[in-house]
């Protein structure tokens, strides 16, 4: 069987003077360096089929990375690859919640993969969500590459189906802004 293979692209860093907790909140990002897009864009394959998060950070750089020389298709919006949910909590500072709901955010905190901020989602969740769009486009493009500009917790959910980690042990890795995480798919 031919892999698919991935190319998770981490959208450019936000712009988040007020420090808070952002998740699916639409909020802008830089992507004033064409030193490091255009090194990310000599990196990713050329014709690859493209697939964004619908979020404006996704789309920017993405838009970034393709104006610094990478062809390929048009990127798809894949709102399976959109980062976790932080519900009620989104837009707010970290100090502002732990004042209004110290419980539940302790609790969040303390098992991060099983929680939910109230009305979000759980890490455990994302991994489903990215799961059934990683199922979906490796059986759409098999053989071919993809790359998916995304968000830093859709790719540790990446990373926990390809490496077969329990969520919580996925919830460990680092992925820096604009950088490449490369995983195939068979």
Known sequence: MTPTRWWLVRHAPVIN?????????????????????????????????????????TRKTAAAIRAAGCSGEEPIDEPRLMEQHFGDWQGQGRAEILARQPEAYRRFWLAPAEQQAPNGESFVDVVARVRAALDDWSARAQGRDV???????????????ALDLPPARALSFHTETVSVTRIDRY
């Open 17 to 57: 003077p007020a420090k808070v907790i952002y998740g699916q909140h639409d909020i802008d990002c830089d992507v004033d360096d064409p030193v490091v897009f255009g090194a990310v864009a000599e990196a990713l394959p050329a014709g690859a089929l493209w697939l964004q998060s619908p979020l404006g950070r």
């Open 147 to 161: 790359v998916a500009v995304m968000h830093g917790g859709s790719i540790r959910a990446a990373l926990s189906i």
